[in-house]
């Protein structure tokens, strides 16, 4: 029997997990379990130079400590380096991408959207990145949670970067290959993510592949007017009673807590949680989070 609804969280190792974190995972994992589906993790431990040293290692055990337990193996996108250059190899073979060697400082010069220059100049490998052809944007995607969003025409009209100059793998063609090899069908994570969802799908249109539903969740804001981030400096979510935490992250999705949770179980909350869990009820805009408020 398939099951019909596949979630994931993938975080990338650049630092341990946040309080934004924490409504990123809660949010997929409550998606996929109150459908009786699968939720799998993912490492996005493609960008070396911003990783911290253990994060990867320790982001699974705040998970585990935070009762989001995972199905099936961890997958790392720094094993997955082969099935990236296939893609790659793909898109040229059919002729859905390029080389380009115009630096980042041409394209802010161009105010900030690529031009197309190379697209037509049969480049070389050498020194160059490698941008899709976009020949049919996608101009507009339907949120779960939000509807209808349309697209900036720019960016949905951009031939964009999948292979970078330095020889890293973009993140839009890693998440796509990824997404589509684990077979998920439902993508929920933060509104700071919702600008690249229609490149990601003009990516699954150029492969041919099922484009999987979509919800974007509002973010928490700090005091600062930031989202908490990794970048930001974001404080890391505390050890110890990790109900608390758990609690303040429904209630930041709108979503109904037992009076008594302090003398329940971790897992019993989270149970009631996926029982009562409603897209509806959860806030589209974004709000400041309040560490003392549980």
Avoid at 45 to 71: C, S
Avoid at 231 to 250: C, E, F, I
Avoid at 256 to 262: A, D, L, R, T
Wanted: hydrophobic share 40%.
């Amino acid at each position: 029997m398939l099951t019909s609804c596949i979630g994931r969280f993938a975080p990338s190792p650049s630092g341990e997990l946040h309080f934004g974190s924490l409504i990123a995972a809660v949010g997929s994992y409550l998606q996929a379990r109150a459908q009786h589906g699968q939720w799998r993790v993912r490492i996005e431990d493609i960008d070396p130079p911003r990783e911290v040293p253990g994060a990867a290692n320790r982001i699974l055990q705040q998970l585990e400590q935070h009762g989001l337990v995972w199905d099936g193996d961890v997958l790392w996108q720094s094993a997955r380096h082969q099935a990236y250059r296939d893609a790659l190899a793909w898109l040229e073979e059919h002729q859905r991408s390029y080389y380009c060697t115009c630096t980042r400082s041409r394209i802010q010069q161009l105010g900030g959207l690529y031009d197309r220059h190379c697209r037509d100049l049969h480049l070389g490998a050498e020194n160059a990145a490698i941008r899709l052809r976009v020949d049919h944007p996608v101009s507009q995607f339907q949120d779960a949670l939000r509807g209808e969003i349309v697209a900036n025409a720019g960016m949905a009209g951009e031939d964009f970067i999948i292979h970078r100059r330095d020889g890293l793998f973009a993140y839009n063609l890693a998440v796509v290959v990824d997404d589509h090899f684990q077979g998920i069908t439902h993508v929920v994570r933060g509104a700071d993510l919702i600008d690249p969802t229609v490149r990601q799908i003009a990516l699954y249109q150029q492969f041919g592949w099922q484009v999987p539903d979509y919800l974007h969740l509002p973010l928490a804001i700090g005091a600062d007017g930031n989202k908490l981030s990794k970048q930001n400096y974001a404080t890391p979510l505390p050890t110890g009673d990790a109900r608390p935490a758990v609690v303040q992250a429904l209630r930041f999705l709108g979503q109904p807590v037992s009076e008594g949770w302090q003398d329940l179980p971790l897992s019993a909350t989270l149970q009631q949680a996926i029982v009562h869990w409603n897209v509806a009820k959860i806030p589209s805009e974004n709000a400041v989070y309040n560490r003392a408020q549980t």
